[in-house]
């Protein structure tokens, strides 16, 4: 007996990979950052005092939001702090959605969204994308759904809306649109949406240190959107959802914009050599704006197919993700590590398919 309402029974759990305790692990399967956050956060990390533990956080996260905020000219009344995006998205279907509406997204996308519906006891009506994955925005205009979220650059398929093609979606949308731009940073800030928070009211962006800033661990993300969308946020939220410590690290991140740029454009480098030598190996590249690939591996006799090449990796040491869902079950999704880390792999790759 569970004692769990029936709606929680049928939740199907978010597939969470497990811990890589054995650092030799090459970690090429969450989207990661393979390079150290600022040299600023880690000073502060070594230097933080015991306070940080005894006290309550700030609940209203203000350092962090005033810091946020003058980034990129905007008052604080319009960004809130969430326990990682992921606790942002949660409380988007929560606050905005529940059982009496119904959200639109493209399909395939971010998993986690499916999760957060479901336990929320909402549902989400899935559009599919075309046959490249770009997203069919008339289709995702043509229903009837409150809540139209689209995660942009798109997470498996690394494409990129522009902003020009979200402006139209969030004009012409009845109700809210959501953007998750959990990998804006390495497609370039001038693709963002958040200068549009300013002019519609129905809009809401949502960004994390998890990627680009490499904080994964910290747990930070934030909204952006109009202060009575920001309110309705708080009033749902956890009130000290964030700790002290994760705050202020976040803080020194942020102020640190050349470290997350010089971490975008290593990875932007890597990524492109990277996919230039498996279209040679023989691989199919979806163009990619973010710090990840998705790929389908070449169908020839006696090589691996997509979950078999997953398997023969986690052997060699180095993950790397499948999806056991329709229209990706021949594709694995890869994430960019360090240019030493890709050419281990690719070396594999080249052992896998030989050419002929
Ligand atoms: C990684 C990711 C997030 C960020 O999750 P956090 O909770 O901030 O770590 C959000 N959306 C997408 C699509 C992601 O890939």
Request: with cysteine.
């Amino acid at each position: 007996m569970s004692y769990a309402l029936p709606h929680v029974e049928r939740i199907t759990p978010y597939p969470v990979t497990e811990a890589a305790l054995d650092r030799s692990i090459v970690k090429l399967d969450q989207n990661e950052s393979p390079y150290p956050p600022s040299e600023r956060v880690i000073q502060l990390l070594a230097n933080m005092g015991e306070h940080v533990m005894r006290q309550y956080p700030d609940a209203a996260a203000s350092q962090l939001r005033e810091t946020i905020a003058a980034h990129y000219g905007l008052s604080r009344e319009r960004i809130v702090i969430g326990n990682g995006s992921s606790e942002l998205i949660t409380a988007l279907f929560r606050t905005f959605i529940d059982q009496q509406r119904t959200a639109v997204m493209p399909y395939p996308t971010f998993a986690l969204y499916q999760v957060a519906a479901e336990a929320a006891n909402a549902a989400i009506h899935f559009v599919p994308t075309h046959d490249d994955f770009t997203v069919d925005t008339e289709a995702l205009l043509n229903t009837d759904a409150s809540v139209i979220a689209l995660v942009n650059p798109n997470a498996p398929t690394g494409r990129l809306l522009s902003r020009d093609e979200i402006e139209t979606i969030v004009r012409r949308a009845p109700g809210l649109v959501c953007i998750d731009e959990a990998y804006m940073d390495f497609a370039g800030e001038e693709h963002s949406a958040i200068p549009l928070t300013l002019e519609y009211d129905n809009l809401v962006v949502l960004r994390t240190f998890s990627k680009a800033y490499a904080l994964s661990g910290a747990r930070i993300g934030y909204a952006i959107s109009s202060p009575a969308i920001i309110r309705a946020f708080e009033k749902t939220k956890t009130t000290y959802n964030v700790s002290s410590i994760s705050l202020a690290l976040t803080v020194q991140a942020m102020q640190d914009q050349s470290h997350m740029l010089g971490i975008v454009t290593a990875i932007r480098t890597v990524r492109d050599r990277f996919i230039t030598s498996l279209r040679k190996i023989g691989f199919q590249v979806i163009p990619s704006q973010t710090n990840f690939i998705l790929c389908t591996p070449p169908a020839r006799q006696g090589c691996p197919d997509a979950p078999q090449l997953v398997h023969l990796l986690a052997d060699n040491g180095i993950a790397i993700r499948y999806f056991n869902v329709p229209r990706l079950q021949d594709k694995v999704r890869i994430s960019i590590g360090t240019e030493e880390q890709m050419s281990i792999l690719l070396n594999l790759l080249h052992t896998f398919y030989p050419n002929i």
